[in-house]
Antibody, heavy 122, light 112 residues
Framework: QVQLVQSGAEVKKPGASVKVSCKVS????????MHWVRQAPGKGLEWMGG????????IYAQRFQGRVTMTEDTFTDTAYMELSSLRSEDTAVYYC???????????????WGQGTLVTVSS | QSVLTQPPSVSGAPGQRVTISCTGS?????????IHWYQQLPGTAPKLLIY???NRPSGVPDRFSGSKSGTSASLAISGLQAEDEADYYC????????????FGTGTKVTVL
């Protein structure tokens, strides 16, 4: 059973960066394909990106390209998502989630962290 | 601006059957990508409900069922119960715009 525990809530000013962590237990991070999804208040789910084991690269949603960086520390089994140049529209709950599936035709997200609220406000 | 469209809300009395549609296009559902469904209870993380169009993970009641046809899919909840009141999202992959995983717009299910 995979367990994902995320870091606590953050409050940031516009223009700043935020780094959210996601600690894995039950499996090692290298056995998983970690992705990140966010949800603005009262809105739907939005995929941000994640590690694609098919080609061994991290892929990002086009709208976050250049502003988001996803990294992994396999020694501590902790994944990180850093979002820069924050604006008010980035206020959201950020979830780490594991992707199951060897290709995009069948992939889905089976385990989820509890979420981290990031508030961007001056 | 999701590429997968769902009705904003559906409702039903306890015991009734409700269905939620998820409409896509030739670059996602119509291209053969599977549809998956998630249930999100208030204030909690999403939970996988249906994977691979019609499969239920262990522990999900058989009241929940999924299907896919052409460029759309649907989730049915039979024998509606109070604890089914939640938001439901479909999810797939879209091959346009460099490819990305996509979620539906979400549907709020209300038990009357």
């Amino acid at each position: 059973q995979v367990q994902l525990v995320q870091s606590g809530a953050e409050v940031k000013k516009p223009g700043a960066s935020v780094k959210v962590s996601c600690k894995v237990s039950g499996y090692t991070l290298s056995e998983l394909s970690m992705h990140w999804v966010r949800q603005a208040p009262g809105k739907g789910l939005e995929w941000m990106g994640g590690f694609d084991p098919e080609d061994g690269e991290t892929i990002y949603a086009q709208r976050f390209q250049g502003r988001v960086t996803m990294t992994e520390d396999t020694f501590t089994d902790t994944a990180y998502m850093e979002l820069s140049s924050l604006r008010s529209e980035d206020t959201a709950v950020y979830y780490c989630t594991t992707k199951w599936g060897s290709d995009s035709y069948q992939s889905y997200f089976d385990y989820w962290g509890q979420g981290t609220l990031v508030t961007v406000s001056s | 601006q999701s590429v997968l469209t769902q009705p904003p809300s559906v409702s039903g009395a306890p015991g009734q059957r409700v269905t939620i549609s998820c409409t896509g296009s030739s670059s996602n559902i119509g291209a053969g990508y599977d549809i998956h469904w998630y249930q999100q209870l208030p204030g909690t993380a999403p939970k996988l409900l249906i994977y691979g169009n019609s499969n239920r993970p262990s522990g999900v009641p058989d009241r929940f069922s999924g299907s896919k046809s052409g460029t759309s899919a649907s989730l049915a909840i039979s024998g509606l119960q109070a604890e089914d009141e939640a938001d439901y999202y479909c999810q797939s992959y879209d091959s346009s715009l460099s490819g990305s995983y996509v979620f539906g717009t979400g549907t709020k299910v209300t038990v009357l």
